[in-house]
């Protein structure tokens, strides 16, 4: 009798467990759908938070994740889904990845990310992002198979921003790729390419004048050509 008792408050129990869980799942799926009619960002986050724990599903976690890397916060991006390269990772994983590790300085890491992007979808913004990087980390060679890539396809629709000015501002993609075509030129030998790397630099600033960043960069340059070499 004792054991038929104890089974049947088992039942019991589990019965109450799995109806109260329910309840929880109906309440915030509500509240989930309230919050993104509001526009109430922190409340969509809570919401598919709690959603996660009663339920848990990847498609919720890539949509949390995302939703934090949109807000800044990449560190509890990254901590909801990982920073592990995952070909089985949806196309939101992947760009939250790749976006948070580089605004989080990991470039190393981010760019196998953004390898996993372009592999997928390649556009000319892509491909800078990867030029762009790999010159980060001497990559030269890598980085001019994307600038050929970008210089290739660029478009003048295509433009990519710039925010070292105190107002952003954008040039069209083949200005930008061939900014970097300069760096990389003037990386590959700086006391012979000096010159190329200024004419590469030209080039950007005939497509875009107002190209804040390679002003600078050929001015830099220049300066640099006139400072005499020292003896030892």
Request: zero cysteines; a negative charge.
């Amino acid at each position: 009798m004792r054991i038929i008792i104890g089974l049947l408050a088992l039942v019991f129990s589990l019965q109450l467990s799995a109806q109260s869980n329910a309840q929880l799942l109906s309440h915030y799926e509500a509240y989930y759908s309230q919050m993104k009619s509001q526009g109430d960002v922190q409340g969509v986050i809570n919401a598919l938070t709690h959603l996660n724990i009663l339920a848990p599903n990847q498609s919720r976690k890539d949509t949390l994740a995302l939703l934090y890397m949109n807000e800044g916060r990449h560190i509890q991006a990254l901590n909801t889904i990982g920073i592990e390269k995952n070909t089985n990772d949806s196309d939101v994983a992947v760009e939250v990845k790749a976006v948070s590790l580089q605004a989080l300085n990991q470039t190393k890491l981010a760019v196998g990310q953004f390898e996993e992007m372009f592999k997928r979808g390649p556009n000319v913004l892509i491909a800078y992002e990867l030029a762009d990087m790999k010159t980060q980390l001497n990559d030269l060679e890598g980085a001019k198979k994307h600038i050929e890539y970008g210089i290739t396809n660029a478009t003048d629709e295509v433009q990519r921003t710039y925010y070292e000015s105190q107002v952003p501002y954008q040039v069209s993609s083949k200005a930008a790729f061939l900014y970097l075509k300069g760096l990389v030129t003037f990386r590959e030998d700086p006391k012979a390419n000096i010159d190329a790397a200024i004419a590469v630099l030209d080039e950007a600033l005939a497509v875009a004048p107002e190209f804040n960043l390679a002003k600078i960069s050929k001015d830099a340059l220049l300066a640099q050509k006139k400072t005499p070499v020292k003896n030892d």
